[in-house]
Every structure is written in structure tokens, then in C-alpha cells.
């Protein structure tokens, strides 16, 4: 749920001294507290990481208002209403349930229009008798989940309560009240006061989704209350509230997440809790574990550790889970791809003061600034060193784990959601929501790492297209008489100069291309690789390239056309590959342009390489470099 606004901090971080954070509004403290209670709710979490808050403006505000939604799932709150957290928490969860219920689709306004009019380029608002009867329902449902408690003057009984109930008692109510009328004793059963809780206009920065869409996350929010809800009865819950046990331990860091760290809070309302004691002992996890394709979040209750350690273990593992550290590896080694995470993860927790970072954790400032698969090319390139990490599941075990683990007796497979748009959303809005209320506390790399998410980067052959547009610039043409173009009818005995390319350009405008061609490289890939060299080439008006050849020897084939390359490709070695005397021979060779760029093409079982030019890597998407390589890497998929 993301707030839009000037939203003053709901709670300090960790290690950050009360006069940092300058005076709060107790009103406004309740309210953003009321918001994260809301958030945290399984019923309402689906729905809640969907929407957005924002804070209305002074001309909007209308008597008796509390909040409206409108069909975009965006939320105005009256700032000026004060309220408790559990009011408040009633007051959101009653304009998501009407997200929720389908009672915004465009279809409930039609054909109604308010006795003097509409003004100019407004739409059609809700008929009061729908938005009436639409708030009876909403009110019955929350008065039997029994979430926060309404304000005072919505706590009221209606002669309306025991017909607000079942499939289609919105429309039984609205026409019954459009029959009789709509008595004033009902005049403020919303939260919009008398005018409504439910908006007909569309702001331009947030476009409605299908009503289907909130009907799926309210789906996925009963079936996660559901779940809840079966814990209790089997006691699991209730030994979660019991005062100094392990798993009220844990369960107070959760909550500290989700009030502290709204960047991470639909992270944690969202994700399974697994506190079993058998489950850590079964799977060897030492502090904890997550699985993020499972949404479930592992830890083990007998850990001893300080409320400030599990705090910050806890947003270690949700970072692993929405920054889909499980499927981000593209075929790097798991252990190796996991600690690398880790590195950068602690690094930005530290950053953000979130908690304390338990002792033996993976940290090294000299890794500050640094992307994940940075930080594996170091490793890899250093295993002596490194082959003795452990991450919070213990020595030489990944704690981001590939699915639910088989000792795990809770876990459902079905969800109901597309699991990468659950993540990305979660963190998207978390990170709007930090922002909003004024923390600042996101390092640079984790706000790059969500951005990228957000924003999945192009596929490798776009990456590689525009590679090639740095490496040449479009041709320049030039008019000659040297070759007349053909003559005007109108003027048919004055020649006219014609459109030319000279020729130094095109000698200037080749690259040279090293291939890996032991028996390690299929043929399948090598025309995959292949292909897509030959027609950026033809794209850029790059005529020639200069081939070498490499096994465990080096073969040069001289200037040939990207076309041709293909056809005069075989395999002639087994097992490594030598490719820095290919690099050399094409470096060394006077004729080839000084600017020249080097495209190695490989798949990653080769030695060391140097290159003292513009180069790049086309490699397997599964593949890995021996080497940290000071060019960019292509990944083929």
C-alpha cells in the first residue's frame, strides 16, 4: 500500500535517536499505524499492497469525511480526523472491501445523474442508494470478521443489518432505498460522510485495474485467513502470543518490519511463517531460511539471538525473497550466487541501521556499491578465500531455497497470484511508501536493484543491438559528382551530384570477433550467437569482421562477412579453450582499426582473458566467466 503525501514517520529505525526524526503528530502517528495494522491483516494484505494512500487536499474535504476510494484503488484520508490505530485500521479495511466487492465497476452509475446536473467534464458520480447500500454490506462483513473497530459514528445498528447479507444484497438494498427513500438515520453508515465514500474520477497517475484483479487479491486474502485461522484452532497461533516464548520473538520482529520498515511490510504481511522446530532441525537451518516460489519464510524458534539481531534477520530473508534471488542466479553456482546476495544485503541493512547484524554474518565494506553478480565474479575468482562463508542457514548451506522444503507439512501449492508480480509490487510500493514518509533511509543499490525489478532489463540481442550502435555511429554521406546521379527532366543537361559513402569509412568500420570452437560449444548455440552478430552487422552497415578461431590453438580466418561466418564454423577441439592468443592476433594486426571493438564469444570454459580494447562477452544464459570480466556480458536465452 503506497501513501501519497506529506505522511510524517510511523516509528524511529534501529540505532537512530528520537531527536533525529524531529516532532510527530499524534494524529497522524495513530493514522499510519491504523494503515500498517491494515496492511498486515492477511484478509486484507492482497488487497491493501494493491492500493495506494494519499491525503486529501484542503478543498476536497467535505463533513464527516474519513476517507474515499475510488475505482483505481486509490485512498484519500482526512488528516484532519483523528482516530486510533484500530479505527483507522476499520476505516481502510472498509474502502478496500469495496475494491474488493466490485462495488466501483462503471456499471453501478450508469444512467444517474444529480438533480441540477453535472458541471463541465465531470463523470457521473455513484447514486447515493448504491454507495448506501454498498457501505450496509461492507459494515455487516466487517462487524462478523470483527477487524479494528468503526469510529463512533458509524458503530450504530441499522433495521438494514440483517439484509446485508448474501449474493446481490447491494442492488435488494439500493432499489428498496431508492423505493422509500433513504432514511436519515443511515445518513453516515461510510466513510465519506454525506456524500459518499465511493469517487467516479480518475486521477491520471494511476489507471484502474480489472475489478477482476481485486476480486483475485481478496481471493488470496481469504485463503491466507483462512490459513491463519486453521493455526489457531490447532494452537499454533497461540503459542506465537505467549509472553517470552521463541515464537513470540520472532513474531515481534514481523511486526517490527511491518510497522518500521514499510519498504519491507507487504513483504512480511504477505509471506508464510514457518516456526517449527522439527522443520529447522530436518532441513539443518541454523537461524533461518525463505523460499521465496513458496512464499514461505523458515525460522527456527530455539535460535538465541537479540530482538535486534531477528530484526534484522528477518529483512535479510525478505530482501532474498523480493529481490528473487532464487531465480536471478542465470545458471551461476547456487552457494556461491547466495552469498554473494547476502554480501550485498547485509551491506544495505547496515546502511539502513535495520537492526543488528548477528556475528558471522557475510559483511565487507570494501564490497559497498557493488551488484550481486559483481560480487560472485570476485568470489569465484578467489575460492581459497571464500570456501569457508555460511550464511544464516549455516556453513555451506543457501539459506534462499528453491521451493517448499520437504519436511514442511503446511504448505499448500496453490496461491492463487502470479508470484514475481507479488514481489515486484510489494517492493514497489514499499519503497513509495518509505519515501513518502520521509525516512530516506533506502541505500542507492537497493533502490537500483527494485528499479530493476519494476523494470525488467532488455533481452540479451537488444542489449547486444545497442552495443553495437556505441561501437558505430550511422554512416555519413556525402554528394559527389563522380558518379552523377540521374538528370532532371526538368533540366535534363545539368548533371546532379549523388549521395556517397567514402570509402575510408567503410575500410574504418569492422570488428573483430573471437570464437570459441571446442568441443564444449553446441551448434545450436553458436548459430543462435551467430545470427544475431550477422544482422546487427548488416543493421550498422558493418561489411567485414576479422575472425579468429580458438581451441586449444588459435586459427585466423582473416576479413569475412557476418553471413559467411556461420557456414566456415567448425568444431575442432575437446575440453578448455585458449582465447587470449586469438585476442592477441587481432590486437597485434597493424591493418586493424586502432578503435576496432573485440567480441568474444564463448561458453565460459576458458582461461583467463585480457583485452586492451573495447570489448564484450556473448556467453549461455547458464554460463559463467572464470574471470571478472571488464567488459559487459551478453547472456543468450
Known amino acids: 500500500m503506497t501513501c501519497r503525501g506529506s505522511l510524517p514517520p510511523a516509528a524511529n529505525m534501529a540505532g537512530r535517536r528520537r531527536s533525529d526524526q524531529g516532532p510527530q503528530d499524534p494524529a497522524a502517528k495513530d493514522r499510519l499505524a491504523g494503515i500498517a495494522l491494515a496492511h498486515a491483516h492477511p484478509l486484507l494484505a492482497p488487497l491493501a499492497s494493491r492500493s495506494h494512500v494519499g491525503i486529501m487536499g484542503a478543498g476536497t474535504i467535505s463533513a464527516g469525511v474519513w476517507a474515499t476510494v475510488n475505482a483505481a484503488g486509490n485512498i484519500w484520508v482526512n488528516p484532519k480526523r483523528r482516530g486510533s490505530p484500530a479505527e483507522w485500521q476499520w476505516v481502510i479495511a472498509h474502502c478496500l472491501l469495496h475494491l474488493a466487492f466490485g462495488h466501483l465497476d462503471q456499471r453501478h452509475r450508469r444512467g444517474w445523474t444529480p438533480a441540477g446536473g453535472l458541471p463541465a467534464g465531470r463523470e457521473s458520480p455513484f447514486p447515493p442508494t448504491w454507495n448506501t447500500a454498498a457501505c450496509l454490506v461492507v459494515n455487516r462483513f466487517l462487524a462478523g470478521v470483527k477487524i479494528g473497530a468503526p469510529p463512533l459514528e458509524l458503530a450504530g445498528p441499522t433495521p438494514f443489518d440483517d439484509r446485508a447479507r448474501g449474493a446481490g444484497a447491494e442492488q435488494v438494498l439500493a432499489d428498496e432505498l431508492a423505493l422509500r427513500g433513504i432514511p436519515d438515520t443511515l445518513g453516515m453508515v461510510g466513510t465519506g460522510g454525506l456524500q459518499g465514500d465511493l469517487r467516479a474520477e ?160 557475510l559483511h565487507d565494506p570494501a564490497l559497498r556499491g557493488m551488484a550481486a553478480e559483481a560480487v560472485y565474479d570476485r568470489i569465484v575468482s578467489d575460492l581459497r578465500r571464500y570456501r569457508k562463508l555460511a550464511t544464516l542457514r549455516g556453513p555451506g548451506r543457501p539459506d534462499v531455497l528453491p521451493g517448499p522444503l520437504p519436511s514442511d507439512p503446511g504448505f499448500e501449492a496453490a496461491r492463487g497470484v502470479d508470484l514475481d508480480e507479488f514481489y515486484r509490487r510489494a517492493l514497489e510500493d514499499g519503497a513509495a511508501l518509505q519515501r513518502q514518509r520521509g525516512r530516506g533511509v533506502i541505500p542507492a543499490g537497493l533502490a537500483q536493484a527494485i528499479a530493476a525489478m519494476v523494470e525488467p532489463p532488455p533481452p540479451w540481442d537488444v542489449q547486444l543491438g545497442r552495443w553495437f550502435e556505441e561501437q558505430f555511429a550511422p554512416l555519413e554521406r556525402r554528394r559527389s559528382y563522380a558518379r552523377p546521379s540521374r538528370r532532371q527532366s526538368a533540366t535534363p543537361g545539368i548533371p546532379r551530384p549523388s549521395w556517397v559513402t567514402p570509402q575510408e569509412y567503410r575500410d574504418s568500420r569492422t570488428f573483430g570477433v573471437v570464437l570459441d570452437t571446442s568441443g564444449s560449444m553446441g551448434t545450436r548455440l553458436l548459430a543462435h550467437a551467430l545470427g544475431a552478430v550477422a544482422s546487427y552487422s548488416y543493421a550498422r552497415d558493418v561489411p567485414l569482421a576479422r575472425v579468429v578461431f580458438c581451441d586449444a590453438a588459435a586459427y585466423d580466418a582473416g576479413y569475412m562477412s557476418p553471413a559467411d561466418i556461420a557456414g566456415t564454423v567448425t568444431v575442432r577441439g575437446r575440453g578448455g579453450t585458449v582465447l587470449q592468443p586469438g585476442v592477441d592476433m587481432i590486437e597485434q594486426d597493424e591493418k586493424f582499426p586502432r578503435d576496432g571493438p573485440i567480441l568474444i564469444i564463448t561458453d565460459g570454459w576458458c582461461d583467463h582473458v585480457k583485452v586492451r580494447r573495447s570489448h564484450a562477452y556473448l556467453i549461455p544464459a547458464n554460463a559463467n566467466l572464470p574471470f571478472v570480466p571488464r567488459g559487459p556480458v551478453f547472456r543468450m536465452r
Not at 487479491?217 to 489457531?232: D, I, N, P, T, Y
Open 202 to 361: 480518475r486521477p491520471a497517475w494511476q489507471h484502474p485495474p480489472e475489478s477482476d484483479v481485486w476480486a483475485a487479491a481478496f481471493s488470496e486474502g481469504l485463503h491466507l485467513a483462512l490459513q491463519r485461522a486453521v493455526q489457531v484452532a490447532g494452537g499454533e497461533a497461540a503459542s506465537m502470543t505467549e509472553k517470552g516464548s521463541p515464537s513470540s520473538r520472532w513474531r515481534a520482529a514481523v511486526d517490527w518490519v511491518v510497522t518500521s520498515l514499510p519498504l519491507l511490510g507487504g513483504l512480511a504481511a504477505g509471506l508464510r511463517v514457518v516456526e517449527d522446530t522439527e522443520v529447522c532441525r530436518d532441513e539443518q537451518i541454523d537461524v533461518a531460511a525463505v523460499a521465496p516460489s513458496a512464499r514461505t519464510l523458515y525460522l527456527n524458534p530455539h535460535w538465541a539471538g537479540t530482538p535486534e539481531e531477528r530484526r534484522f534477520v528477518v529483512a535479510h530473508e525478505l530482501l532474498h525473497a523480493g529481490l528473487r534471488h532464487d531465480t536471478r542466479g542465470g545458471g551461476r553456482d547456487d552457494w556461491y550466487w547466495n552469498c554473494a546476495c547476502d554480501y550485498v544485503i547485509n551491506g544495505w541493512l547496515v546502511e539502513m541501521q535495520a537492526g543488528e547484524m548477528p556475528e558471522g554474518s
